[in-house]
């Protein structure tokens, strides 16, 4: 489990099924993600089984997901990085709070990538204020990439 000041983070289990059908039914919540999934229980439990996401949860509310971190392994020591919050924790920093959680945890020498639609540009402030640096762009979305690095070497 990751704790950061106000979030608890942890891998998804079958019993948060209701709760991420819930999400994943706000297509405000879904559409910039383009994550393509119908907000059924069985499509909820095979999204926990098969892409394994972690869950955000409030520390105040540890029975509610707010929100989801989505790691996809690229090859060796590179991860793609996809993410959803609920609407109404958009634009308080939860995001970046989970990310930076996260970037914590990482082992020297990992590397994130994360496309973003350039219609939401609030999820590349995210990648931006985390230390992502964009690596490609084309008229529809960005590539960001973070590498893990020691802290006394330079960009």
Known sequence: MITTKRLLIERATDGDAPSLQK?????RVTGPSQLLISPTPAASRFLIQSRHPLVIRRRTAPDKIIGL????????????????LQVADWNRGLMTEALAGVLNRLKTGMALEATVDRTNPASARVLEKSGFRQIAADARQTTWRYQKRLASEKD
């Open 23 to 27: 999400l994943l039914s706000d297509p």
């Open 69 to 84: 971190l989505f790691l996809t392994a690229l090859g060796s020591n590179r991860w793609e990085l996809g993410y959803l």
